[in-house]
């Protein structure tokens, strides 16, 4: 048995490219972004933090006599757009209103805030780590994937 196809931390780290779908969720409309995944450092870190506040707050309620859980006062929207920004890494032919969307921050959260059919897209993507394994061939031995691709296009330092 090839144990190296349960490899999820090499292609999180290097990002997968997801086709977007139109509204059918079944055609592509020719925009493709790349994502880091669920085992990359990044999503650690992502983790690590949300770990951090969540303690943080667990602490401070405990020290006002609260024993419950705090409620949450950031919306789930929005931490739900920054981790999708966070994990964006790239994309290809990106247009606004028939101008041409380069690929940054500012932009992934404005596309992310508009677009929630997007959003839901990329973050359920990531959320499976199988999206992230290399394809097998029959015979069981890992076969050359897509994934790490050279691109041209605009990516973020991570």
Known sequence: ???????????????????ILDWDW???????????GPDSSVAAKIADD???QFQAKMASAYARGKKDVPEDEEL????????????????????WEGKELPFNDENAKM???????????????????????KAESSNSEPSSDNASRSTTRAKRAH
């Open 50 to 52: 949300e770990e951090k």
């Open 111 to 133: 596309l992310y805030t508009q677009c929630p059919h997007i959003r839901t897209q990329i973050l359920s993507q990531y959320a499976a780590r199988v999206n992230f394994t």
């Open 1 to 19: 048995m090839n144990l190296a196809r349960f490899d999820t931390r090499t292609i999180s780290e290097e990002g997968q490219w997801v086709d």
């Open 76 to 95: 789930s929207v929005d931490k739900a757009i920054a981790k999708a920004v966070k994990i964006t890494i790239a994309w290809e032919a990106g247009e």
């Open 26 to 36: 079944e055609t592509k409309i020719g925009f493709r972004i790349k994502i880091l």
